[in-house]
């Protein structure tokens, strides 16, 4: 059953693109105040208004900024596919991959802000910035939401490495001899500083993407790899890798054994958010419908069960000035690390 929701899924979103947490109910004030009252009016008069405008009235070319198949890519289409049911026009997901995703964000940037070309995208957008591969970051862009969050990104070893926890990676890496495999430019990139900056002394080399790291330690060509945990979960279940610990605030909860490598006294956490942008100067009515579409599809029973079956994710949604706050706090942490980023 579980395979079934997720390739109807994934099927239907591949078909769109070649054409081209759950939420706690409050109780009810028993004696709303009038200013309360007026709130809400206001707040249903301007949720009719964005209803009523006249779009989308063509197809919207959703921008992922990495190759199909990773977990950015699923998350796009899955929200492409019940996007299209929902605004009622074809969502499509094009892939425009190079240089760490700033040449994806660029194509969005440059794009017409007529609610047409939007980007899915995540917190690498301000990696991009800082080490000057763009010009911009969400100031350059109109965000509409955060549409999810990975499930952590783990570092692992090999089952076969010499090295049982991370405390003996660190201390090892000391000397000058422990091959940190990262994206150059991209959010691995930001997590090598991150342990750097905490007491290790990692050589971060590029070695490409999710699954190109994947291929490194299994072929011994590095030592260790952060990758999100959905892309490295059947390895740790076969036990081909062993994972030393999660680049997160707290454990995830479907894999409560994994620390966290706060726990274990380095100050190193950089969740990875998903977002959706339009481009700066998109009118703020198409921002938000689009942004409440893509909280419906949230919502939805079916795409949490695919999102966790998939990429061990749990539920999350944000927009307006919530989603806003979360992603300067976002930039902050990127930016606080320029220097070593930029070595």
Same mark, same amino acid.
């Given at each position: 059953?579980?395979?079934?929701?997720?390739?109807?899924?994934?099927?239907?979103?591949?078909?769109?693109?070649?054409?081209?947490?759950?939420?706690?109910?409050?109780?009810?004030?028993?004696?709303?105040?009038?200013? %309360?009252?007026?709130?809400?009016? /206001?707040?249903?008069?301007?949720? !009719?208004?964005?209803? /009523?405008?006249?779009?989308?009235?063509?197809?919207?070319?959703?921008?992922?900024?990495?190759? =199909?198949?990773?977990? $950015?890519? &699923?998350? =796009?289409?899955?929200?492409?596919?019940?996007?299209?049911e929902i605004l009622g026009v074809n969502c499509i997901?094009?892939?425009?991959?190079?240089?760490?995703?700033? $040449?994806?964000? *660029?194509?969005?940037?440059?794009?017409?802000? /007529?609610?047409?070309?939007?980007?899915? @995208?995540?917190?690498?957008?301000?990696?991009?910035?800082?080490?000057?591969?763009?010009?911009?970051?969400? #100031?350059?862009?109109e965000l509409a939401c955060v549409a999810g969050k990975?499930?952590?990104?783990?570092?692992?070893?090999?089952?076969?490495? %010499? @090295?049982?926890?991370? !405390?003996?990676?660190?201390?090892?890496?000391?000397?000058?001899?422990?091959?940190?495999?990262?994206?150059?430019? =991209? $959010?691995?990139?930001?997590?090598?500083?991150?342990?750097?900056?905490?007491? +290790?002394?990692?050589?971060?080399?590029?070695?490409?993407?999710?699954?190109?790291?994947?291929?490194?330690?299994?072929?011994?060509?590095?030592?260790?790899?952060?990758?999100?945990?959905? $892309?490295?979960? *059947?390895?740790?279940?076969?036990? #081909?890798?062993?994972?030393?610990?999660?680049?997160?605030? %707290?454990?995830?909860?479907?894999?409560?054994?994994?620390?966290t490598a706060k726990e274990l006294g380095y100050d +190193?956490?950089?969740?990875? @958010? @998903?977002?959706?942008?339009?481009?700066?100067?998109?009118?703020?009515?198409?921002?938000?419908? &689009?942004?409440?579409?893509?909280?419906?599809?949230?919502?939805?029973?079916?795409? *949490?069960?695919?999102?966790?079956?998939?990429?061990?994710?749990?539920?999350?949604?944000?927009?307006?000035?919530?989603?806003?706050?979360? !992603?300067?706090? *976002?930039?902050?942490?990127?930016?606080?690390?320029? /220097?070593?980023?930029?070595?």
């Open positions: 059953m579980k395979k079934r929701v997720i390739s109807t899924l994934l099927v239907g979103a591949m078909v769109f693109s070649l054409a081209g947490c759950g939420t706690k109910q409050e109780a009810e004030p028993e004696a709303p105040a009038p200013a %309360e009252t007026t709130e809400k009016a /206001d707040g249903d008069a301007a949720a !009719e208004e964005t209803a /009523d405008i006249a779009w989308p009235e063509k197809t919207i070319n959703i921008i992922c900024p990495f190759s =199909a198949g990773g977990d $950015t890519d &699923f998350n =796009a289409r899955i929200y492409a596919e019940k996007l299209t997901v094009t892939n425009v991959t190079g240089n760490g995703g700033a $040449t994806g964000a *660029q194509q969005v940037f440059d794009s017409e802000p /007529d609610g047409n070309t939007v980007l899915f @995208y995540h917190d690498a957008l301000y990696v991009n910035n800082v080490t000057g591969a763009t010009e911009f970051g969400m #100031d350059g862009f990975n499930a952590g990104n783990v570092v692992c070893v090999s089952a076969k490495s %010499e @090295y049982e926890t991370l !405390e003996d990676l660190v201390e090892a890496s000391k000397n000058g001899n422990v091959t940190f495999a990262s994206n150059v430019g =991209a $959010t691995t990139h930001v997590m090598g500083a991150m342990m750097n900056a905490a007491g +290790a002394n990692f050589n971060l080399v590029d070695m490409g993407n999710a699954s190109d790291r994947i291929a490194a330690l299994m072929g011994g060509q590095c030592d260790a790899i952060p990758n999100p945990l959905g $892309t490295t979960q *059947q390895y740790l279940d076969s036990g #081909d890798f062993r994972a030393l610990c999660l680049l997160e605030d %707290e454990r995830n909860e479907h894999y409560p054994d994994i620390p +190193a956490s950089f969740p990875i @958010y @998903y977002f959706f942008a339009f481009p700066d100067g998109t009118d703020q009515a198409i921002v938000d419908k &689009f942004a409440d579409a893509c909280e419906q599809v949230s919502n939805m029973k079916e795409i *949490q069960q695919a999102q966790f079956e998939s990429f061990s994710q749990s539920p999350f949604f944000a927009k307006g000035e919530e989603a806003i706050a979360l !992603e300067k706090e *976002q930039q902050a942490s990127v930016e606080a690390l320029r /220097d070593m980023l930029n070595q």
